[in-house]
């Protein structure tokens, strides 16, 4: 079966968001052949962040087999490196550091500072940076453009998930010797442990590499590897409102492509045609508001349920996971979204709705089954049922008094997966009615709770590049 209908018949999920996640860029291709797999909006321009170290990485890799650099080589830390934003590793200008570790803490930790070390290195700065876009037109990534070694925000820095997939096809092939700096579990200077900021590496046991990027005006991206029965692929995601959503995605594109089978489109990489547009802005919606959480009244139709999980985070990334898998087909026009469990804390719902048939939601879930994806689907009667619940549930808080109302800050997301099964939840959250009103009392302490717990949760990956 050819990947492209597998996922129209696996992944039909999720379609047309509360948000428009539809339109984050997705690239999904053979980490050998260079023939692509999936693609979705990979020529449209787009913030690299951190994924610019990528090319750092490849003139390095370029400078040791010429032999301009050795592993061992001192490198002296730039003035630079003092200002520069984290992530980094701290080491005081005029200080040392040997090239391997340099490229450990640049390619594991996404360190800032050694981006400046390694560029200084190589002739200075702003030579380096010339050099990166001189490379980049030699390999023919038409919409990359460099303003800096090491991806802080900068409007004019821009790439595209074709051309971050060509350098990483590029690098893989090039550079194999090099490959376990990409798959390396942490980074130690003295005694800290810096872990990679890859964390599909630690949820996906055939992933080995590569990258992650955020700023809020890019979201999330990752550029990631994984080798299967001697086969190894490679997904580009751009646009991730979490790196967990980022991470879930680029796992499941992978793990489709697998169940796929080799050979199944004639499109390479390089066929792939540059979109003029200009990078979007995601700042407002990823350091902003947050996730959307739709309300119940939105619902209408059929529905699938994706299961219930622990935080809005979770339950996003399942609906971007499944999102990803869904470009082009039916469901694509539309509604999901996130919907909070009534009467039960922090418990949200993935779902799609609004499908005009018993017979349509069957089929979807039929398919998403086939990868063990948790699915059920609900009648106008659970919606419903569901519908009024919610309604219940608003019903039944107690108003705020005026003179105690204070500026609502934005949602923090906490992130553990529940791991219960997809059943629709409808029909349990009736007992936990009683408990409405002392939920509702203590709403402010238990947001303050999650916050924290979200906000631990996150924190190396959240804090990546910026």
């Known amino acids: 079966m050819r990947l492209m209908t597998l996922l129209a018949l696996i992944l039909l999920v999720h379609v047309g968001s509360v948000r428009p996640v539809s339109a984050n860029p997705l690239l999904l291709f053979d980490g050998t052949t260079g023939e692509v797999l999936l693609s979705r909006e990979a020529g449209a321009k787009w913030h690299p962040a951190s994924l610019t170290k990528l090319m750092t990485a490849y003139l390095t890799f370029q400078a040791l087999k010429a032999g301009q650099l050795t592993l061992d080589t ?36 996404s360190a800032n500072d050694m981006a400046l070390t390694l560029a200084a290195a190589q002739g200075g700065i702003p030579a380096f940076v010339q050099r990166m876009n001189e490379t980049a037109r030699a390999l023919n990534m038409g919409s990359t453009h460099f303003v800096n070694p090491h991806g802080l925000h900068d ?54 590499g590569m990258k992650t990027g955020f700023v809020c005006p890019s979201g999330f991206n990752l550029v990631a590897s994984a080798s299967q029965n001697g086969r190894r692929l490679i997904a580009v995601v751009l646009g991730a409102m979490t790196p967990y959503a980022r991470a879930d995605v680029a796992q499941a594109l992978l793990e489709a492509g ?63 996971s499944n999102v990803a898998l869904s470009s082009g087909t039916l469901l694509d026009t539309m509604p999901h979204g996130v919907l ?15 499908m005009p048939e018993q017979q349509t939601t069957e089929s979807v879930c039929n398919r998403l089954r086939v990868l063990n994806h948790p699915c059920e689907v609900m009648s106008p009667q659970a919606v419903e049922q569901f519908q009024r619940q919610a309604l219940q549930e608003r019903l039944s808080k107690p108003q705020p008094a005026a003179a105690a109302a204070k500026p609502s800050k934005r949602k923090t997301r906490t992130v553990k997966a529940k791991g219960n099964s997809a059943k629709a939840s409808v029909a349990n959250v009736g007992t936990a009615k009683a408990g409405a009103a002392k939920a509702g009392a203590a709403k402010a302490g238990a947001a303050k709770v999650s916050a924290a717990k979200s906000k631990s949760a996150a924190g190396d990956d959240a804090k990546d590049e910026r």
């Open 155 to 208: 409007p004019e820095q821009t790439t595209s998930a074709r051309d971050i997939g060509l350098l990483a096809f590029t690098i893989a092939n090039r550079f194999p010797e090099y490959r376990h700096y990409f798959s390396e579990p942490y980074v130690a200077f003295g005694k800290r442990k810096l872990l990679n900021r890859n964390m599909l590496l630690r949820q996906m046991a055939t992933a080995d």
């Open 74 to 109: 001192k490198l002296t830390v730039p003035q630079e490196a003092l200002e520069v934003s984290p992530s980094k590793i701290g080491l005081k200008p005029g200080t040392t550091i040997t090239a391997d570790m340099a490229l450990k803490a640049l390619l594991v930790y």
């Open 258 to 320: 697998f169940v796929a089978g080799q050979r199944q489109t004639k499109q390479l990489v390089t066929q792939i045609a540059d979109e003029p547009s200009p990078p979007p802005n995601l700042k407002p919606m990823v350091c902003g508001t947050g996730i959307p959480v739709a309300k119940a009244d939105q619902v209408n139709g059929w529905g699938v349920s994706l299961g219930r999980y622990k935080g809005i985070a979770k339950a996003d990334s399942v609906l971007a």
């Open 340 to 354: 909070k469990v009534p009467f039960v804390k922090n418990e949200y719902l993935a779902m799609a709705w609004g």
